[in-house]
């Protein structure tokens, strides 16, 4: 078959912070893609466009970039499209995405940290696609590096993913993609390469290694829509590969949708990626990434294809969703009020506030649009819905995109999405690799063990951590985080993924403190904050509003407490309000979301505002809340 050997497609897939935008970076640098503005400063992870991305050091969305490669040896310049994909399992449907645009996949370890839960799961993917895998050893100058045990580990790895002898033979790179050098022979560890001093062997190696693409030139066209974006201008633009033929600009095609039905579209708009910019193209050819506008309404997994023949690609198929939480209007005393509700820039902050059932539902509707991991379920309420995803902190990252936009909600805690096979009700599991210092052991033992967690393997390097991996159900890992940091002393790291689903393991009881419920409204004083820090933890300041109904602290026993968080020191005319307050209040506990989220009981659910993040019970009125306890004693 004949062959494009001026282009290849290969995506980066790695564990979180193992160094994949790092190394994308240096990359498009070394490749010249920035020569034109040399004199301007370019930032680091240019790749991390999102805000959030930026924020929480993590890549959440797949994106592409092309650089134009020109061998040493002379001869045309390549084009590599490089797929830069998430390392957190939560946001696999952008993995399986970007996988499906690509011939290869370059499989990124850290030089200490080796193979973790996340490799696992970006592994798994690219081998089941029978794609081939470029290995590459990053952070080789870590002063804890240990290269040979990682390579060892990896090769563990791929024999434990029942990998075929084709692809167990992968070829290694050292880098250092900080410094952007790269080598094919390996270094002293703790050290940068040092026969090497850029990433020509890396770039080499890509060339020998990823297939370039194959077609038949008596095929008709095919396109495989991977990806949507907008534009102010252009509308809904579709990012896809094409398969097969040519794309045309303004040429007529048939686009085939995800329910088999078809219509004829005519491309408005072609652009294709260089660096980190769209250009307007002519034509596209087989195994080029390109976007294209004029189709308003295709969605991710749809075809273009031939009018005359029209043929369909395969659809993307995802992962089942593991976790699942309601998403509502926001039903709390003060809704579309701001901050605190006062003053004339509260009423300016407010004005396009969105708090209407109406707009909550299409936000979450345009959200399906380009999440395909994503689901949103009717409930019985017509102002909430079941949104069901990979994992807490997909899930997380929703609201927070939300919040940042307007938005005003009230989100459930945190569920498991449970399925029935054989009569028999099971639940989703994950496997946990947990990180500690051996003095700790004993405690994340215990904690694993309270929330059904069955330890798989355990291995201790002999530098003072251990690394333990459990079985364990994913509803014992809401709400884990938190703890598990206060007992290691914010020295343990976890990573979790999901391993399948096993027979449900029975109550679990991962919070043993109660709440300390406003019993009415106002505003929190510090003459009452100073009586209630000795009951547990606060989590309001001084001025801040609170309604009956709110949490405003962890209990330090196990049932709830009503508490007078607004009273006020009563004054007399020998007694000053300032006299005798020689008592420090201690600074309160603020939790982000996903704290938040995590702290949540069954009765108890999470008031999102762009100012705030409050908690608060799901019933208010303290006294239907009382009968209904004692409704169910009885």
Known sequence: MPTRHDIRNVAIVAHVDHGKTTLVDAMLKQAGAFAEHAAEKLDDRMMDSNDLEREKGITILAKNTAVKYHPKSGGDPITINIIDTPGHADFGGEVERGLSMVDAVVLLVDASEGPLPQ????????????????????????????????????????????????????????????????????????????????????????????????????????????????????????????????????????????????????????????????????????????????????????????????????????????????????????????????????????????????????????????NVSLRVLETERPDAWEVQGRGELALAILVEQMRREGFEMTIGKPQVVTKQVDGKTYEPVERITIDVPEEHMGAVTQLMGTRKGRMDNMSNHGSGWVRMEFVVPSRGLIGFRTEFLTNTRGTGIAHSIHEGHEPWFGELKTRNNGSLVADRAG??????????????????????????????????????????????????????????????????????LEQSLEFCRDDECVEVTPESVRIRKVVLDQKERGRTASRAKR
């Open 523 to 592: 505003a929190v004083t510090a003459f009452a904050m100073t009586n209630l820090q000795e009951r547990g933890v606060l989590f309001t300041d001084p001025g801040t509003e609170v309604y009956e109904g709110m949490i405003v602290g962890e209990n330090s026993r196990a049932d709830d407490m009503d508490v007078n968080i607004t009273k006020e020191k009563k004054l007399t005319n020998m007694r000053s309000a300032s006299a005798d307050s020689f008592e420090a209040i201690v600074p309160p506990r603020k939790l982000s």
């Open 119 to 370: 490799t696992r799961f970006v592994l798994r993917k690219a081998l089941s696609a029978r794609m081939p895998v470029i290995l590459c050893i990053n952070k080789t100058d870590r002063p804890d590096s240990r290269i040979d045990e990682v390579v060892n580990e990896t090769y563990d790895l791929f024999l434990d993913l029942d990998a075929d002898e084709d692809q167990i033979e992968f070829p290694i790179v050292y880098a250092c993609a900080r410094d952007g050098v790269a080598s094919l022979t390996k270094p002293e560890d703790g050290t940068v390469p040092a026969d090497s001093t850029n990433l020509e062997p890396f770039f080499t190696t890509l060339l020998e290694h990823v297939p370039a693409p194959e077609y038949d030139e008596s095929a008709p066209l095919q396109a495989h829509v991977t990806n949507l974006d907008a534009d102010n201008f252009l509308g809904r633009i579709a990012l896809l590969r094409v398969e097969q033929g040519e794309l045309r600009k303004g040429q007529n095609v048939t686009w085939i949708k995800r329910d088999g039905s078809t219509s004829n579209v005519r491309i408005t708009e072609l652009m294709m990626t260089e660096a980190l910019t769209r250009k307007p193209a002519e034509v596209a050819g087989p195994g080029d990434i390109c976007a294209v506008a004029g189709i308003p309404d295709i969605m991710i997994g749809e075809t273009l294809a031939d009018p005359e023949n029209p043929i369909a690609l395969p659809l993307i198929t995802v992962d089942e969703p593991a976790i699942s939480m309601t998403i509502g209007t926001n039903t709390s005393p003060l809704v579309g009020r701001g901050g605190t509700g006062k003053g004339a820039e509260a009423k300016s902050a407010v004005k396009d506030r969105k708090v209407t059932a109406r707009q909550v539902k299409d936000r979450l509707e345009r959200e399906l649009v380009g």
